[in-house]
């Protein structure tokens, strides 16, 4: 268990100039009673104590105290986790009455943790109404980073519509934002927006077909290339043939002299006539016979294979120069330019095809006019492209099949021409819509403060709730420490309400107010952030202000509630509940043991002196005749008796004290001499049979201080302090002549102790 051990130094801390733990005084103990007048230093060392329970290092001044055996410096204090609480004055002003002056709210936070977290609420409120105003300004930036996209979105979809709506049932007739934006969207998971980016000439091709009008199907093209060497070598064959006759010179050197001979001899055969039809004279048989051996019938049948020939030669010609083509405008659009291609090349195979052919035509003609001679054939096959009827056939096939898809192709020519639009806003979405999320983000980030905000307040709410003792528990204590139920703790939000008869409760008196504070700080012992046994409880003049009665049951209180403490200090200047403290210790079990050291409670007091800065406080064992008796008449009476009797000469420090001791000492006489007489000392002094020059001289020392149980800052006439031996033995003169067996009594009790001490 953690115990506070010893003050081991105060230096320029309150009164404490140089303060050092006298090496006969013995360590605190579990209980520990500490009697000193005011000014002496008690709320001095409070303070100390509240400062490690606060865990705050001293305003001014230093402190060493020895926790466990090791001494800790105030500077030290934030580092030490003390289970300690303190009842001082501070306590009472900032935990329980945190506002000045006597006119009290009505409403309380009681406790000083209350009260902190109280304030750390309203900290986080103010917090909170902060950030709920940067979420609603956050919000407005994302609504407009909504709208901005939205409206791309809008506009984009609109042109995308209007490009390609059309008659009949048509997705693009209702396109939309969200259309567009669910396209976007999976572009982007896609992440590969080229490949939606269309050529210009792909563009235009989709364009095209997404314009068309359905087609009808075309015929198959009916085109069958001859077999070029098969004929090129029947020509060849046939130039290089040549017929055996009876030449004529004259007709075989001219060729078309030949030829129109030949069709008159074949005339005049045809109409057995001998007369020349061209010039009208007779035909000799001889002549006839010489044509006739020239123009054979092999020469004759040889003319007729080479005009079949020719003919068909043109006939193959003539087909391929008439081979029927669609017009390319018979087929859509998309295929119009492929269809263009694969025609005319194979327009310009028909042309080689056909050009051949002539070729050939004007050789064999020309072989008639020299069938008598061997022509060899120097002509070379066309290159050709075997494929090309093919390729018109496959366009032609694609424009069927497009007849029968037109509805498909259409759409996905629709479909394509507008990824290709909404790829071409790729970046633009991308940029608006990163600009969205960071909005959204940023209003994300801050709902989330804002719900930790509200949690983090209705948390310490309920801490704040949960660390207040039940109204009902103060009540009735308040009932039973004022003896009436006027006062009342009525529960409202964190705190109380103070009513007296059901209205709120001002001016509260002080007794009032001390008896509040005291109960809710021994209440608050039994608070489950405290471990009462194992915990330092310090309490400083807890029952000030408070009447005889109201003494006792705080005293009742007070033992009740700290009995079971780790460690106790208790301050006091009250002599009666001084006494009842110390009876307590003195009942303690093992108190009676001869070793201090193995006692459980230890009695203290507190004594002030003047030095060259001023007064001066000490801590020194509790006088004995304060320990053993039941007033402190003893004490006084012994201190200023022995003062009488010195022989040294006292200092002024020592007779700074002795004016306020011989006022308690006189009052305390008078009160058991003189009962019946009430009011001021002079009221009670003035008819009393003794040296009038002494009782003047007694009653001026007196009234140096105004109050009977505080000492005050030197502010009088020290020449009054320098008298102090002379006017105190006026006193025990005083008493004595009025009481000689008391003073007898008291004399011999006083020597009696100071035997004792010399020993």
Not at 108 to 136: A, H
Not at 340 to 355: G, H, P, S, V
Not at 677 to 695: M, P, R, T
Not at 733 to 744: G, K, N, R
């Amino acid at each position: 268990m953690i115990q506070i051990e010893r003050i081991s130094r105060l230096k320029d801390v309150g009164i404490f100039r140089d303060f050092i733990w006298p090496a006969e005084l013995p360590d605190f103990g579990r209980y520990n009673l500490i009697y000193g007048w005011n000014g002496t230093g008690k709320t001095t060392l409070s303070r100390i104590f509240r400062a490690l329970e606060l865990r705050h290092p001293l305003t001014s001044g230093e402190a060493v105290i020895r926790i466990n055996g090791r001494d800790i410096s105030s500077s030290d204090f934030e580092k030490v986790v003390l289970n300690i609480r303190v009842f001082n004055r501070d306590f009472v002003n900032e935990s329980i009455f945190p506002h000045s002056g006597e006119d009290l709210p009505p409403i309380f936070v009681l406790g000083k943790e209350s009260v902190e977290k109280q304030k750390e609420v309203n900290r986080l409120r103010d917090e909170y109404k902060q950030k709920q105003e940067k979420l609603n300004e956050a919000i407005k930036k994302k609504q407009r980073a909504e709208t901005e996209l939205d409206k791309f979105c809008i506009d984009k979809a609109r042109i995308i519509k209007d490009m390609l709506r059309s008659s009949g049932s048509n997705p693009y007739n209702n396109y939309n934002k969200s259309h567009f934006r669910r396209d976007m969207e999976e572009i982007v998971n896609i992440k590969d927006v080229m490949k939606y980016i269309l050529s210009d000439q792909d563009r235009e091709r989709l364009f095209a077909l997404h314009r068309a009008l359905a087609k009808p199907k075309l015929k198959q093209l009916v085109c069958k290339v001859p077999d070029l060497e098969k004929i090129i070598k029947e020509v060849s064959c046939l130039l290089s043939t040549t017929v055996v006759s009876q030449v004529i010179e004259k007709l075989k050197e001219d060729q078309e002299l030949s030829e129109w001979v030949r069709k008159g001899l074949t005339l005049h055969r045809n109409r057995h006539s001998k007369i020349c039809l061209f010039c009208g004279q007779l035909i000799s048989a001889a002549r006839l016979s010489e044509l006739e051996a020239h123009f054979t019938d092999e020469y004759e049948k040889f003319l007729a294979i080479l005009d079949n020939k020719i003919t068909e030669l043109q006939s193959l010609a003539k087909q391929a120069n008439k081979v029927s083509f669609p017009h390319k405008t018979e087929f859509y659009e998309d295929l119009a330019d492929e269809y263009e291609n694969a025609r005319q090349k194979l327009a310009t195979n028909l042309e080689k095809i056909e050009e051949f052919f002539r070729k050939l035509v004007d050789v064999l003609k020309d072989k008639k006019r020299r069938v008598f001679e061997r022509i060899e054939l120097d002509l070379q096959i066309p290159t050709i492209d075997q494929g090309a009827v093919d390729a018109v056939n496959t366009v032609i096939d694609k424009h069927n099949k497009a007849c029968d898809e037109f509805e498909s192709r259409v759409s996905d020519a629709r479909d394509r021409i507008a990824k290709d639009m909404i790829a071409r806003n790729f970046e633009d979405f991308i940029n608006l819509k990163k600009d969205l999320e960071e909005k959204n983000a940023a209003v994300e980030t801050l709902e989330e403060e804002l719900k930790r905000l509200k949690a983090e307040i209705e948390q310490i709410e309920r801490e704040i709730v949960e660390h207040r003792r039940p109204a009902e528990e103060l009540n009735e204590d308040l009932r039973k420490y004022l003896g009436h139920d006027e006062l009342k703790l009525e529960i409202k939000d964190t705190g109380y309400t103070i009513t007296r008869n059901g209205e709120p409760a001002y001016a509260l008196s002080e007794g009032e107010m001390t008896a509040i504070a005291l109960l809710y700080f021994l209440k608050s012992l039994e608070d489950r952030s405290f471990n009462l046994k194992n915990g330092v409880i310090v309490l400083d003049d807890p029952v000030s202000s408070l009447d005889a009665n109201a003494l006792y049951l705080a005293f009742g209180f007070i033992r009740e509630r700290t009995k079971d403490a780790g460690q106790l200090f208790i301050f006091t200047h009250n002599f009666t509940f001084f006494r009842q403290v110390r009876n307590w210790f003195h009942h303690l079990k093992g108190q009676r043991k001869k070793d201090i050291s193995k006692r459980p409670a230890r009695f203290y007091m507190l004594d002030c002196s003047l030095c060259v800065d001023g007064r001066a406080a000490s801590l020194r064992l509790l006088d004995p005749l304060l320990e053993q008796y039941e007033s402190d008449y003893h004490y006084l009476f012994s201190r200023l008796y022995r003062e009488v009797q010195s022989s040294s000469e006292s200092g002024l420090e020592v007779s700074y004290t002795l004016p306020n001791m011989a006022r308690r000492l006189l009052e305390a006489f008078l009160a058991f001499r003189q009962p019946q007489v009430s009011g001021e000392l002079w009221q009670k002094i003035k008819d009393i049979d003794f040296d009038e020059a002494k009782k003047l001289r007694i009653l001026r020392f007196v009234h140096t201080y105004s109050h009977s149980d505080s000492i005050g800052e030197p502010g009088h006439d020290p020449s009054l302090l320098a008298e102090a031996r002379s006017v105190l033995k006026d006193l025990m003169e005083f008493i004595e002549a009025l009481d000689p067996s008391h003073y007898s009594a008291m004399k011999e009790l006083a020597e009696r102790y100071e035997s004792e001490e010399g020993e």
